[in-house]
């Protein structure tokens, strides 16, 4: 129809997208960059607002996740963390279990010594939350201290820059590195096994960060004193659609921030 030769240049699944709105508004979910959020679908966000978030993440729109499987939240819930689920995260008063990694990733097979035999980090870390010590307890502090530096570890993450922002991940695109061939999808899955400051992370961040890693075009830039009116109607190509239509489009063709198309679509929204 007229709708397709007005927007030609775009995907079918994005005109159909632009078109059929309203299902846009159950991909919100929090995380620390679109990436985290699109992999991890912990929290759904529902207003498209960072207050429904734990302290420290953002909302993002448009990811993957689907709200209607996930409850949305009643609290402001801390990140999660590695190991265990919420019925054992909660000690019998109420209070927050002590986790060996706050936070951070947990080396689960790394073998370490505890009270006289060998056990792996995995195990030390059962062991200390199955005797409901409670977090931030001076017990919980000891274990931390004792067994933190070899069995937690920060993650590798492939678009993490040096002022430790995180740029959006071109996940489908598939790049060759000394006869090596794989996406950035897979690179970035690799590279979780790996931590911060590794020479292996830092290698594939140099040299593969570059074709996989983009700042992602947002509707408002950089302007994060303001909130983005998601459902504010607009008109784009001819189709009627909403703010929301348009980061979906945006994020859909990878448009980079600092782009002209980029700065044509802000000026106009």
């Known amino acids: 129809g007229s709708g397709g030769q007005k927007n030609e240049g775009l995907a079918s699944g994005v005109n159909?997208?632009?078109?059929?709105?309203?299902s846009l508004q159950y991909h919100?979910?929090?995380?620390?960059?679109?990436?985290?959020?699109?992999?991890t679908c912990d929290v759904f966000c529902p207003s498209g607002d960072r207050s429904d978030c734990p302290e420290g993440l953002e909302c993002y729109a448009n990811t993957r996740c689907d709200g209607r499987d996930t409850d949305s939240p009643t609290s402001s819930p801390g990140p999660t963390v590695t190991g265990g689920g919420a019925a054992?995260?909660?000690?019998?008063?109420?209070?927050?279990?002590?986790?060996?990694?706050?936070?951070?990733?947990?080396?689960?097979?790394?073998?370490?010594?505890?009270?006289?035999?060998?056990?792996?980090?995995?195990?030390?870390?059962?062991?200390?939350r199955s005797g409901k010590?409670?977090?931030?307890?001076?017990?919980?502090?000891?274990?931390?201290?004792?067994y933190g530096r070899e069995c937690c570890?920060?993650?590798?993450?492939?678009?993490?820059?040096?002022?430790?922002?995180?740029?959006?991940?071109?996940?489908?695109?598939?790049?060759?590195?000394?006869?090596?061939?794989?996406?950035?999808?897979?690179?970035?899955?690799?590279?979780?096994?790996?931590?911060?400051?590794?020479g292996m992370c830092d290698d594939a961040r140099s040299q593969l960060g570059g074709e996989c890693c983009y700042e992602q075009c947002t509707l408002c830039g950089d302007n994060t004193d303001v909130s983005t009116e998601w459902y504010a109607t607009v008109t784009f190509q001819g189709l009627t659609t909403t703010c929301l239509g348009i980061d979906y489009m945006l994020r859909m063709?990878?448009?980079?921030?600092?782009?002209e198309q980029c700065g044509e679509l802000q000026g106009a929204y």
């Not at 159909?16 to 309203?22: D, I, P, Q, R």
């Not at 063709?253 to 782009?259: D, T």
Request: proline letters at 2%; charged letters at 25%.
């Open 16 to 22: 159909l997208a632009l078109e059929n709105y309203s």
């Open 28 to 39: 919100f979910f929090c995380g620390i960059s679109w990436t985290h959020a699109d992999e």
């Open 88 to 128: 054992d995260g909660l000690a019998p008063g109420g209070g927050e279990i002590c986790a060996l990694c706050d936070g951070a990733m947990l080396h689960e097979s790394k073998p370490v010594s505890f009270q006289t035999q060998t056990m792996t980090c995995s195990e030390v870390d059962r062991t200390i």
């Open 133 to 146: 010590i409670l977090a931030g307890s001076n017990s919980c502090d000891d274990a931390r201290e004792m």
């Open 153 to 198: 570890y920060e993650e590798c993450r492939l678009c993490r820059t040096p002022d430790d922002d995180f740029l959006d991940l071109r996940s489908e695109r598939v790049v060759k590195q000394g006869g090596y061939e794989a996406s950035c999808q897979e690179i970035g899955n690799i590279l979780s096994a790996a931590s911060e400051g590794d």
């Open 253 to 259: 063709e990878q448009i980079s921030q600092g782009s």
